[in-house]
Antibody
Framework: QVQLVQSGGEVKKPGASVKVSCKTS????????ISWVRQAPGQGLEWMGW????????NYAQNLQGRVTMTTDTSTSKVYMELRNLRSDDTAVYYC??????????????????????WGQGTLVTVSS | QSALTQPASVSGSPGQSITISCTGT?????????VSWYQHHPGKAPKLMIY???NRPSGISNRFSGSKSGNTASLTISGLQAEDEADYYC???????????FGTGTKVTVL
């Protein structure tokens, strides 16, 4: 069955960086892209960005450009999200989600739909001095 | 990209129907039939309930239905049950590569 398992919670100081991992299983890793979504305490869901697990293409939310980097490791079927120069308002639960926006075969990539069908369990990142 | 607008809370008695609205713009909800809805219980992962405006994934009750008119999408829950109490978020594709915007979220309370 499809599973996305994220790394454990982190506590960081302002100005530091955090790297959260998302290990996928149960499907062809390179076929489906991944989006990252976060939820700050008492707030709603916020889309952070997307990465193609096929070729590493990314698209980041404008408000995070320059601070966020998403990468993949095909050998371990993992996706990573690194957020730098952390601030207190980056305190949130971070989710990875399988994204149907770019489905890739050996010959081409195309959207199946634009939605998230499987989610990781979430990783709490706390930024505090 | 501004968040899509949802009512902060909606409530209903068991067995009743409720509708949650999700208002965007002609750049997102109004321009694409790529609106999805997620149910989120605190401390758990969000769950896909509706995709592409009105399609239900396998295993989702037909008590959940979606629709769209112009820049506003809607999620209707009929035959409200206690287990439906949760936060609900809409999401829309926004074009320009793969990008999305979420709604502000609606807390559903079963009275």
């Amino acid at each position: 069955q499809v599973q996305l398992v994220q790394s454990g919670g982190e506590v960081k100081k302002p100005g530091a960086s955090v790297k959260v991992s998302c290990k996928t299983s149960g499907y062809n890793f390179k076929s489906y892209s991944i989006s990252w979504v976060r939820q700050a305490p008492g707030q709603g869901l916020e889309w952070m960005g997307w990465i193609s697990t096929y070729n590493g293409d990314t698209n980041y939310a404008q408000n995070l450009q320059g601070r966020v980097t998403m990468t993949t490791d095909t050998s371990t079927s993992k996706v990573y999200m690194e957020l730098r120069n952390l601030r207190s308002d980056d305190t949130a639960v971070y989710y990875c989600a399988r994204d149907l926006g770019s489905y890739c075969t050996s010959s081409s990539c195309y959207p199946i739909g634009y939605y998230f069908d499987y989610w990781g369990q979430g990783t709490l990142v706390t930024v505090s001095s | 990209q501004s968040a899509l607008t949802q009512p902060a809370s909606v409530s209903g008695s068991p067995g009743q129907s409720i509708t949650i609205s999700c208002t965007g713009t002609s750049s997102d909800v109004g321009n694409y039939n790529y609106v999805s809805w997620y149910q989120h219980h605190p401390g758990k992962a969000p769950k896909l309930m509706i995709y592409e405006v009105s399609n239900r994934p396998s295993g989702i009750s037909n008590r959940f239905s979606g629709s769209k008119s112009g820049n506003t999408a809607s999620l209707t829950i009929s035959g409200l049950q206690a287990e439906d109490e949760a936060d609900y978020y809409c999401s829309s594709y926004t074009g320009s590569s793969v990008s999305y915007v979420f709604g502000t979220g609606t807390k559903v309370t079963v009275l």
